[in-house]
């Protein structure tokens, strides 16, 4: 199970906590497969920025690191101030140079991951290439665009569906306890509780069926 690692960086300067936040911005770096999240911390420091200008990087071992704070404005998709990401944006940098090679598949599979944990925060957020808001090969032609946006509308089925499951689970809780066949409804009510630790299918399906016994 990937994780977002914390990085050592020191900042030189302040953020600006953004005001919106619309979609998810996808880089490649552009650069050598060994690069770290230090050596882009100093070319952004370079630039005349407080530090690296993307969120997170993913390393093509699948390491996840937490560049910015995910909350404030990122350094990494500026074209115009009509165009820009930066402002509404979270930006995602895979290390590697994807106009020739492709990213590796942990590096997709902590992509997916960092996504759907982005998006327990932001729900439902677009993700888009930095191409699709500024004239820039990047992410890089080889990057495997069409297979992510299908894997990540798969992503969307399971959370629409599991939702669906746990809130048809509720549903039939309420019948029960109004049927009075559960006794102590406050042990199984609580939503959090619920979402986490019941595999919401199993949960459905038996709340389901015993709401069907009794009527
Ligand atoms: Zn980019």
Same mark, same amino acid.
């Given at each position: 199970m990937p994780q977002i690692l914390e #990085? #050592?960086?020191?900042f030189n300067g302040s953020f600006t906590t953004r005001s919106s936040t619309t979609r998810i911005v996808v880089h490649h770096s552009a650069s050598d497969i060994d690069t770290t999240i230090e050596d882009i911390h100093n070319w952004h420091l370079n630039n005349? %920025?407080?530090g690296i200008g993307y969120h997170y990087i993913i390393y093509a071992d699948g390491t996840i690191y937490r560049g910015r704070?995910?909350?404030?404005?990122g350094a990494h998709a500026y074209q115009d101030s009509t165009h820009e990401a930066n402002t509404n944006g979270i930006g995602i940098c895979l290390i590697?140079?994807?106009t020739s090679s492709k990213p590796t598949n942990t590096q997709m599979t902590s992509l997916i991951w960092l996504i759907k944990n982005i998006w327990t925060r932001y729900p439902n957020i677009s993700?888009?290439?930095h191409s699709d808001v500024m004239s820039t090969a990047c992410p890089g032609s080889s990057f495997p665009w069409s297979e992510l946006k299908l894997k990540l509308a798969e992503e969307v089925i399971?959370?629409?569906l599991e939702k669906w499951m746990v809130e048809g689970g509720q549903k039939a809780l309420k019948e029960l306890e109004n049927k009075g066949l559960v006794n102590n409804p406050? #042990? %199984?009510s609580s939503e959090s509780e619920l979402a986490e630790y019941v595999p919401a299918y199993l949960?459905?399906?038996m709340m389901n069926r015993l709401a069907e016994y009794k009527a």
């Amino acid at each position: 199970m990937p994780q977002i690692l914390e #990085n #050592n960086l020191t900042f030189n300067g302040s953020f600006t906590t953004r005001s919106s936040t619309t979609r998810i911005v996808v880089h490649h770096s552009a650069s050598d497969i060994d690069t770290t999240i230090e050596d882009i911390h100093n070319w952004h420091l370079n630039n005349g %920025w407080s530090g690296i200008g993307y969120h997170y990087i993913i390393y093509a071992d699948g390491t996840i690191y937490r560049g910015r704070p995910e909350k404030v404005k990122g350094a990494h998709a500026y074209q115009d101030s009509t165009h820009e990401a930066n402002t509404n944006g979270i930006g995602i940098c895979l290390i590697g140079d994807f106009t020739s090679s492709k990213p590796t598949n942990t590096q997709m599979t902590s992509l997916i991951w960092l996504i759907k944990n982005i998006w327990t925060r932001y729900p439902n957020i677009s993700v888009i290439r930095h191409s699709d808001v500024m004239s820039t090969a990047c992410p890089g032609s080889s990057f495997p665009w069409s297979e992510l946006k299908l894997k990540l509308a798969e992503e969307v089925i399971d959370i629409v569906l599991e939702k669906w499951m746990v809130e048809g689970g509720q549903k039939a809780l309420k019948e029960l306890e109004n049927k009075g066949l559960v006794n102590n409804p406050e #042990n %199984w009510s609580s939503e959090s509780e619920l979402a986490e630790y019941v595999p919401a299918y199993l949960f459905w399906m038996m709340m389901n069926r015993l709401a069907e016994y009794k009527a």
